[in-house]
């Protein structure tokens, strides 16, 4: 008898004992590391993983196609230095989200992709499992690190590998697969509770060499004619005041990328925006600062540097950044943060402010191009050119400096990027490194949740084609963004003729189409508009209505140049056929 009872009174607390699962465990790990919000599509095998995140206090915001929840969770990445976590389902679905993946390791955005995905004994022996896919093997060549967690106990450590890998360093885009058996494996509560981990300084202080700060200091003081670029890694450290009062001490012209812009007004007296190609070509020492020489400043050299000597101070995190294109002749290695803080440290009191004539002669430049624009900004032709459209755009930024743009197209995005002044940093987000098509309503999106501002979404109609459906999106969220498409009927014009057939030639799209009825279809504002002044009267209206709008702005179909103004990377025939 008393045998019997000894074995009852064994088991039984373990009977009683709590229990936890797969799915709880990663909504615990997410909520841990102040992971809160989620860009994603549901379905197999994560729809229940998504109820149950909601229902856990995590925002879950459900998109319409995976790429476009990328890019949200890229650029949330961005805005905030978290990981953006974008949720998909399994081969397909993962495929999906990792064009965005691929595009936050280029540009650097930390972001996390998990997906679910089939089961391993299954893929591993290619029987042809559901959705049957080895997802690790093929985002590895494409992010910056990729796990696989099999075991709930392995839960913890596994997003913790990822939130650091995604964040340290450079930052970048990390992959993460969760089998679907995985969700629902059973373990003790309180043994699952332990085996969570919060990270701990994921993104530690890299600090610069005290001889690369003065030997970068002395290449800058020896200069003539001195020039700093900002870019978007100065943008994304959020060293906005260390970073200003280094420009300003310098007393040296800047010259921000576009996603830059802000970080000192575009109206600052020492911006050289307006005179890029002169600065370019005229300068003789280049200090980069969380910029890269790569395609988008002609990797340092070529026409468009001109053909006075060059000498350039690079400023990035990741050392094999150097000498990647030309020599950097004081590079420093660190993050952007500490760097230009030690910059500024080793300046001391006093710093000699560069040759009158240099400043003076950039400064004159820049003045006689903004006086050349003026004009072209302020007419009011029917129908709009791009000019006449981003006048009023511009004006618009100014009066509403909070804001935040996204911009993306050919000749719209070339066009604003010069034409709209910004004035605070991160309130600009375009394209990026790799100039790719359809980020606009993904980051849209992901802008106005995490920040709560309102959104402007300047947009080429070709662009917008790539992520259209998310005003479906924008609707059932109720998110206060502004869409205006620039419509001239086609990619780059809207007037190329097929002489060879009935076909429409393959840049022109339908003629005169009204974007703005999309919008209205799910229960936005959608607005026509073919004037300057009905143009500004309608964003005005939205922006302070807050109210999900497109506004279909009628652009001349003859406006807009071959492939904006990157046409030289276009391959042209040669011959002509007989």
């Known amino acids: 008898m008393s045998a019997v009872v000894q074995s009852i009174s064994s088991v039984a607390p373990e009977a009683e004992r709590e229990l936890t699962d797969g799915f709880n465990l990663i909504i615990d790990a997410l909520k841990l590391n102040g992971l809160d919000t989620i860009y994603g599509v549901p379905g197999i095998p994560i729809t229940d993983f998504g ?29 905030t230095k ?37 089961e391993r004994e299954i893929v591993d022996l290619q029987q042809g499992d559901y959705e049957e896919m080895d997802q690790l093997a093929v985002a590895k060549p494409l992010c910056k690190a990729a796990f696989r967690i099999l075991h709930a106990q392995d839960i913890g450590i596994g997003l913790a590998r990822a939130i650091r890998a995604a964040v340290s360093g450079r930052p970048g885009g990390v992959y993460l697969d969760l089998p679907a058996k995985l ?116 990797h340092g050299k070529g026409k468009s540097w001109g053909d006075a000597p060059k000498q350039f101070i690079q400023i990035d995190i990741e050392p094999k950044e150097m000498d990647s294109n030309v020599e950097i002749v004081a590079p420093v290695v660190g993050d952007i943060g500490s760097c230009v803080s030690a910059l500024l440290a080793g300046m001391g009191g006093t710093w000699p402010a ?110 917008f084609g790539f992520s259209g459906m998310e005003v479906e999106t924008i609707c059932r969220y109720n998110l206060p963004i502004c869409i205006v498409i620039f419509n001239n009927n086609g990619i780059y014009r809207g007037t190329d003729v097929n002489d060879a057939g009935a076909d429409p030639a393959t840049t022109v799209f339908v003629k005169d189409a009204r974007y703005d009825r999309m919008m209205e279809a799910f229960g936005g504002v959608g607005v026509n508009a073919t004037s300057p002044d009905e143009l500004k009267r309608a964003v005005n209206a939205a922006m302070d209505s807050g109210k999900p709008t497109l506004i279909n702005a009628v652009i001349d179909p003859t406006a807009g140049s071959e492939s904006g103004r990157i046409g030289n990377l276009n391959p042209q025939s040669a011959l002509k056929k007989k």
């Open 51 to 79: 109820r149950m995140a909601q229902a856990a206090g995590i925002r879950v915001l459900s998109f319409r196609h995976e790429q476009n929840a990328g890019y949200a969770a890229s650029i949330a990445g961005f805005l």
């Open 82 to 118: 978290k990981p953006g976590v974008c949720l998909t389902v399994s081969a397909p679905g993962f495929l999906n989200g990792l064009t965005a993946l691929a595009h936050a390791t280029t540009n650097c955005f930390p972001m996390i992709l998990i997906s679910g995905s089939s």
């Open 183 to 298: 969700f629902g494996q059973v373990m003790d509560a309180e043994a699952g509770a332990k085996s969570l981990v919060k990270v701990i300084d994921a993104a530690p202080a890299q600090l610069p060499a005290p001889d690369s700060i003065q030997r970068a200091l002395d290449v800058l003081k020896g200069a003539k004619r001195p020039l700093i670029i900002l870019g978007k890694g100065a943008a994304y450290a959020q060293a906005d005041d260390a970073i200003r009062q280094f420009v300003e001490k310098s007393g040296v012209p800047f010259l921000p990328m576009s996603m830059a812009k802000g970080l000192l007004p575009d109206l600052h007296p020492q911006c050289a925006g307006a005179a890029r190609s002169t600065v370019l070509k005229d300068s003789d020492v280049v200090m980069l600062i969380g910029a890269r020489l790569n395609w988008l400043l002609s």
């Open 354 to 463: 560069p040759p009158t004539d240099w400043t003076a002669s950039v400064a004159k430049k820049r003045d006689e191009n903004v006086a050349k624009m003026a004009p072209r900004l302020m007419n009011n032709n029917v129908p709009m050119d791009y000019h006449g459209a981003l006048g009023v755009l511009r004006t618009i930024i100014k009066e509403r400096p909070d804001a935040i743009l996204i911009n993306e197209g050919a000749n719209t995005l070339d066009l604003a990027r010069g034409v709209i002044d910004m004035h605070q940093p991160r309130k600009r987000l375009d394209v990026g490194t790799w100039g790719v098509m359809g980020i606009g309503m993904g980051y849209a999106i992901a802008a106005a949740v995490e920040t709560g501002k309102p959104v402007l979404a300047v947009e080429g109609d070709s662009a």
